[in-house]
């Protein structure tokens, strides 16, 4: 059973505009949520986190919303630009700072930005 | 934050045959992560590697089928043994990293394999 579901697998956006990435979690144990963006052939990068305490966190182009109560997440860009076209993962974990690398993954998004 | 190197980057090998993956960090961190993703598939978590210490692994992961080493606070190998075609994903490596604001994970670029 998955633990951590991006229920689109792609998304296409036109630049400039707000691309909305989503995410859905089952486990109320979760406190801690992040998004890594993957480009092809590369690993992961860290994009940003929230946890549980927060409903918002916020760094430039990106945005991260909490609704606890519906054990859901998402991940605003904006304007979308073409250069963020790539893979987003959804991640949790039930140990903020646990160094326990019990991170769970969705099984990505893939965002494709048209010029 | 932490820089990864990992080769290789990418390999075919033949079933049956091992191939060990290493990973380098360019700074000494206490634990590194190693996971996979199949095709199509989220990362899955294969263990947790501690120096000095043998590894943790995950459920439906054991240390027969990919022995981890962890020599120093700066490096490791994952090895895949007696590989089968449903080895082929792509394998990395991962460690912790804080930055002004955040707590994530660094990973490295990955290690393609195909087994034939």
């Known amino acids: 059973d998955q633990q951590v579901k991006q229920n689109s697998p792609s998304l296409s956006v036109q630049e400039g505009r707000i691309s909305i990435l989503n995410c859905d979690y089952t486990?109320?144990?979760?406190?801690?949520f992040l998004w890594y963006k993957k480009y092809p052939a590369e690993g992961p990068t860290f994009l940003i986190s929230?946890?549980?305490?927060?409903d918002k966190n916020e760094d430039g182009r990106f945005t991260v919303f909490l609704n606890k109560s519906a054990k859901h997440l998402s991940l605003h860009i904006v304007p979308s630009q073409p250069g963020d076209s790539a893979v987003y993962f959804c991640?949790?974990?039930?140990?903020?700072?646990?160094?326990?690398?019990?991170?769970?993954f969705g099984k990505g998004t893939k965002l494709s930005v048209k010029p | 934050s932490a820089v990864i190197s990992q080769k290789p980057s990418r390999d075919i090998c033949q079933r049956g045959t091992s191939l060990t993956i290493q990973c380098q960090v360019d700074?000494?961190?206490?634990?590194m992560f190693w996971y996979r993703q199949q095709p199509g598939q989220s990362l899955t978590l294969i263990a947790t590697?501690?120096?000095?210490?043998?590894?943790?692994?995950e459920s439906g992961f054991v240390i027969d089928k990919f022995p981890i080493s962890r020599p120093n606070l700066t490096f490791s190998t994952l090895t895949v043994s007696n590989m089968s075609p449903e080895d082929s994903s792509i394998y990395l490596c991962?460690?912790?990293?804080?930055?002004?604001?955040?707590?994530?994970?660094?990973f490295g670029s990955g290690t393609r394999l195909t087994v034939v």
């Open positions: 929230i946890s549980s305490i927060k």
């Open positions: 991962s460690v912790e990293a804080w930055d002004v604001a955040n707590y994530g994970y660094t």
């Open positions: 700074s000494q961190v206490t634990m």
């Open positions: 486990n109320s144990m979760f406190d801690y």
């Open positions: 991640a949790a974990s039930a140990n903020y700072g646990g160094s326990q690398g019990n991170l769970i």
């Open positions: 590697a501690n120096q000095g210490s043998e590894a943790t692994y």
